[in-house]
């Protein structure tokens, strides 16, 4: 997941605060997902996935983000 949030970040163009700013969360906890260390709930991860112009299930292959 943490790879797949990079590429999108980087495929848009955009810094790890842009997105967090976007998506309503800290620079740190959108830190935290990049990095692996934690992962988002189902709302910050279509917060972020619509921050990124990408589909949440792109980014999170694993979870069911449908909604």
Known sequence: ????????????????LQ?????????????????GKRTPNIYSGQRIAKALGVAAEDLFPTKSYHG
């Open 19 to 35: 997105v967090a700013l976007k998506a309503g969360i800290t620079e740190r906890c959108y830190w935290n997902y990049e990095a």
């Open 1 to 16: 997941m943490s790879e797949l949030l990079k590429a999108a970040r980087l495929k848009a163009g955009l810094t790890q």
